[in-house]
């Protein structure tokens, strides 16, 4: 899984600095499970200056937060999702 086409809505790259983009794709790439579900879900909020991402699947379950440096953190509620022929970063109120 993951590992086809990636797409990012209108609204993705709207909200979302190119560089969180990418550190979002390397969070799935990175992913240390047998089996990555087809929804990823990415919960963007801000925490002492940093962007904090909360990082989950339901099945098989997995939770993973980082911290990093950024000048304008976002808060968002972010789905990434594979369709088997490609892969689509989309904000959850486009879905």
């Known amino acids: 899984m993951f590992n086809n086409q990636r797409y990012c809505t209108r609204g993705i790259i709207g909200t979302l600095p190119p560089i969180t983009q990418i550190i979002l794709w390397e969070l ?20 002492n200056g940093k962007q904090k991402i909360v990082h989950e699947q339901e099945q098989p379950v997995y939770r993973k937060e ?15 999702i594979d369709d088997e022929t490609h892969s689509t970063m989309l904000l959850a109120e486009e879905y």
């Open 28 to 47: 799935i790439d990175a992913m240390e499970i047998a089996e990555k579900d087809y929804l990823q879900i990415f919960h963007l909020s801000e925490e």
């Open 66 to 80: 980082c911290l990093f440096p950024s000048e304008e953190p976002i808060t968002a509620k972010i789905y990434v």
